[in-house]
């Protein structure tokens, strides 16, 4: 994996193959960057990168100026490996290792921006969760975006809050935001 843009624009960061990660490819990454570039200047928004992995989000966001950044992942090595790569390259994110779900449910802090990279294998149901409890618990700033990463065979277009999709190769990002009154 490669960083697109911003301080650290291809560096080239190569993580332990017994990870157990599909890191967002390249050509889907980078035009998810480009929407969000065209809603927010990265170096004002606050990001959770939620089921974070190699970190590849996180580091994104970093190299493109972003101050706050948490990422959670239940996994001991992808945490570890995501605290050596924020360590080596100065990055100023923040790890957490937990379960996504019972984070979600005990977070009390608001972020502009909330990425979730889940198992595509993950059923439907377990994919509802992740708007559910960002919305329930209030998490997300009045401006934010949630995204959640999926297959281009998982449908999330009827879960309330969503509003939109992109899909690029067998990658889709759904972006979920606080629909005003007229916009529901």
């Known amino acids: 994996m490669r960083i697109i843009s911003g301080k650290f624009k291809g560096r080239r960061i190569s993580a332990p193959k017994k990870l157990p990660v599909r890191p967002t490819t390249d050509m889907a990454k980078e035009s998810l960057f480009n929407i969000l570039n065209n809603h927010y200047y990265f170096d004002e928004v606050s990001v959770l990168d939620l089921f974070s992995g190699t970190g590849n989000i996180s580091y994104e966001f ?34 957490i290792k937990s379960d996504v779900f019972k984070f979600l449910e005990k977070n009390v802090q608001k972020f502009t921006i909330i990425f979730a990279d889940p198992p595509y294998d993950f059923p439907v149901e377990e994919f509802a969760k992740i708007p559910q409890l960002v919305f329930q618990n209030q998490q997300l700033d009045t401006d934010g975006l949630l995204v959640v990463e999926h297959s281009k065979h ?7 809050h969503y509003s939109y999709s992109k899909s690029y190769g067998g990658n889709t990002f759904s972006f979920f935001e606080i629909l005003s009154d007229e916009e529901e």
Request: glycine share 4%.
């Open 154 to 160: 998982t449908d999330l277009s009827q879960m309330e």
């Open 62 to 95: 970093a190299s493109r100026g972003t101050e706050r950044i948490t990422a959670v992942d239940e996994n001991f090595g992808c945490i570890k490996f995501i605290n050596e790569t924020a360590d080596a390259f100065e990055m100023n994110i923040t790890t």
